[in-house]
């Protein structure tokens, strides 16, 4: 599936979505053209269309500060699926950093992908008791952050707008 970048009116980024969508901003009038593929216009009956890598809207909409949920997914994601002890990517689950027995919460800071090697190495014990290091400190991340590893890829022209 093609991904477009939809920017809102001040050229913020909004979201990330399909070609289908996208068009149907442009074609009603909503969004304008940014940045589009030269190469691949989109072929129609009646006429051919530029192909959009990145839209904007045309009427600024208010969103009011995103969170990025925690839940497994967007931990996995947030860890690149990959274990922050050791970098393996299989067998994946779930680590607190400070173990739940030892008053350990489930929270952003706390929660970390491990695999299961690493996890039962761990026990109930700290990184540094277990002989574990952690290959970056657990982190909140942003909407942002998440808006930039869509499908682990996003478009060279979106840099700009996604602030990398």
């Not at 500060?65 to 990517?89: A, E, I, P």
Request: glycine letters at 4%; proline letters at 5%; hydrophobic letters at 35%.
């Amino acid at each position: 599936m093609e991904s477009i970048l939809v920017l809102n009116n001040d050229y913020t980024p909004l979201n990330i979505t399909n070609l289908k969508r996208a068009f149907n901003l442009l074609y009603k009038g909503k969004a304008e053209v940014i940045t589009f593929n030269e190469n691949k216009p989109i072929l129609t009956e009646l006429r051919d269309y530029v192909r959009p890598t990145i839209i904007r809207l045309l009427n600024y909409i208010s969103i009011p500060f995103r969170k990025v949920t925690l839940n497994r997914h967007n931990l996995f994601r947030r860890d690149r699926h990959q274990c922050v002890y050791c970098g393996n990517n299989k067998n994946l689950t779930i680590d607190h950093v400070i173990p739940k027995s030892k008053g350990g919460k489930n929270t952003w800071k706390n929660l970390v992908t491990c695999c299961q090697r690493c996890n039962t190495k761990k026990d109930s014990l700290s990184p540094a008791e277990a002989g574990l290091k952690l290959r970056y400190k657990p982190y909140r991340p942003t909407y942002l952050q998440f808006l930039r590893r869509v499908n682990g890829s996003f478009h060279n022209d979106w840099l700009a707008y996604l602030g990398v």
